[in-house]
């Protein structure tokens, strides 16, 4: 049931008596709607699909004015309240029952506490659910709790606090309105996270993805069922709903334009279509998850290859790839092997490398980052000695980072589902590689080609590989004034045929 609305000249039009009677049945109308105003609360698509999600995590990633915090806000009191305050429509969707306890943070209290989550709260909670029947009798200032008359209760924290504020109590849900960035932003998210162990609870996300592929893009966005599935188990998938503000069916069109007009495109994907987004832009976006990754392989699948090693090594982390090469010279990039620690250092990185060639098959070549020549251990042994006296004997690679970089995008940009020869592809397996290619990205504040040093020690492992056998550029067309055959002095113009059935270079599935 809603307000019903009444043409203004109808209403004028009718007898007195009458008129005088429907508005009075109005104003009873509308002081119900205002006592309770979930009786008016019909959420869209988008919201229903995530009122009905009963996941662990859920969240709903919208742009601005999307009505991410109003679904977020709705489904937190659908909860709290007692399951009379719930109208039909809504009751299927109350997963917990009184006392309820949630917890809400954002990312200030002033701002958007205060201005945004306190007034949603407002605007539709059921006022005789609240402590003595209003806002002011039931919001505790000093403890900042609001309190219900059925014992539920949320508290509110920001991320601006330290992270002891937020241990303590056992809770059934924490609300993040808004991401709470960087490495506090997950410290947070871990405390929190302990606090819903006692009662099983849950955690929802009402957000715009501000900060590019964050915690919350491992966390949520990577876990979202069931199409990446595979490998999660379903107590660790998530339901993610993604909406536009153009989805938003109760929007001002005037409002929305008016926001828009003076965003870059980044921006607008992140703030319009709620999608996580790099404002400093991906090294390779060419990468394509639909054409580049396929199935892991089997060990009678390498016969008749090459294969090579890439070795990023590192005192803390070292990465190391293990690629093939067909003869067409197409690239598979086929296990990984990521090691932290005391399991880093040489020794063990070639343990490591020996027990994984016992399942592949030994390698042709070990590609090792030409840093290694250089850089020292104790007793002034360096690196690539260091994993020879290992048994593991390394070429170094080539180092530029520029034409290592682009030579996997010329790789990337030739494996389309045409399926050219040379070609680079991942299996799946290679997780940690495949994590790498949604991260690593350009530095927007450097002047010349940089790449910001995170989350690339598969990724320069990949580079070392990709340069020790690079493809062929294609042909330029035909000069006019070129010979068309052999003469002493002269060549004839040579261009190469792609004969190549349209299948993947490899035989191997998406």
């Known amino acids: 049931m809603s307000l019903p609305e009444i043409d203004p000249a109808a209403l004028a039009a009718l007898p007195a008596d009458q008129r005088v009677e429907i508005e009075a049945e109005l104003a009873q109308l509308a002081k119900v709607f205002e006592q309770n105003p979930l009786l008016n609360y019909y959420p869209h698509e988008k919201q229903i699909a995530f009122h009905s999600s009963r996941r662990r995590i859920k969240a709903f990633f919208g742009g601005n004015r999307s009505g991410k915090t109003t679904a977020g806000i709705v489904d937190d009191l659908i909860q709290a309240v007692d399951g009379v305050a719930l109208p039909p429509h809504l009751r299927q969707y109350k997963k917990w029952e009184p006392?309820?306890?949630?917890?809400?943070?954002?990312?200030?209290f002033t701002s958007t506490m205060e201005g945004v989550v306190f007034e949603k709260i407002r605007e539709w909670v059921p006022k005789d659910q609240l402590v003595g029947g209003n806002w002011e009798k039931a919001y505790d200032?000093?403890?900042?709790?609001?309190?219900f008359a059925n014992g539920s209760w949320f508290d509110f924290l920001t991320s601006e606090q330290d992270i002891d504020k937020f241990s303590g109590a056992a809770l059934q849900r924490v609300h993040f309105d808004e991401e709470p960035p960087g490495e506090k932003g997950r410290q947070i998210y871990q405390e929190c996270r302990m606090r819903l162990i006692d009662h099983d609870g849950d955690m929802i996300f009402s957000m715009t993805p501000l900060f590019g592929m964050s915690w919350v893009y491992d966390v949520v966005w990577e876990?979202?069922?069931?199409?990446v599935s595979k490998g999660i188990h379903e107590s660790e998938l998530t339901t993610v709903v993604t909406v536009d503000m153009d989805e938003n069916p109760h929007l001002n069109q005037e409002a929305k334009a008016l926001v828009l007009a003076d965003m870059t495109e980044a921006e607008r994907k992140a703030r319009k279509g709620g999608n996580f987004v790099h404002f400093a832009g991906l090294v390779y976006e060419e990468f394509d998850p639909d054409t580049h990754v396929v199935n892991p392989i089997s060990v009678e699948f390498l016969r008749g290859k090459d294969i090579y090693i890439g070795i990023d090594p590192g005192l803390k982390t070292t990465a190391i790839l293990f690629s093939c090469f067909d003869a067409d010279n197409a690239m598979l990039v086929f296990d990984e092997i990521t090691l932290s620690g005391e399991h880093a250092i040489p020794e063990a990185a070639a343990l490591s490398i020996k027990e994984r060639e016992k399942k592949w098959g030994r390698a042709s070549y070990y590609i090792i980052d030409p840093a290694a020549r250089i850089g020292s251990l104790i007793n002034?042994?360096?690196l690539q000695?260091?994993?020879a006296r290992a048994g593991i004997n390394t070429i170094n690679g080539q180092n530029k980072v520029e034409p290592g970089i682009f030579e996997v995008k010329r790789r990337l940009e030739r494996a389309t589902k045409q399926n050219r020869p040379e070609g680079l592809h991942i299996a799946?397996?290679?997780?940690?590689?495949?994590?790498?290619?949604?991260?690593?990205?350009?530095?927007?504040?450097?002047?010349?080609?940089?790449?910001?040093k995170q989350h690339d020690h598969h990724a320069d492992a990949l580079r070392y590989l990709a340069m020790a056998r690079p493809v062929a550029p294609h042909s330029s067309p035909a000069s006019p004034n070129r010979k068309s055959r052999w003469e002493y002095g002269f060549a004839p113009e040579h261009k190469y045929e792609d004969h190549h059935e349209p299948v993947h270079p490899f035989g191997l599935e998406f």
Do not use: H
């Open 428 to 452: 799946r397996n290679c997780k940690n590689l495949l994590w790498e290619f949604t991260r690593y990205r350009m530095d927007a504040k450097a002047e010349d080609f940089k790449v910001i």
């Open 223 to 227: 876990r979202r069922g069931p199409e």
């Open 380 to 382: 002034a042994e360096n």
């Open 99 to 108: 006392p309820f306890r949630c917890r809400i943070v954002s990312p200030d």
């Open 385 to 387: 000695s260091a994993y």
């Open 141 to 147: 200032k000093q403890r900042r709790v609001l309190r």
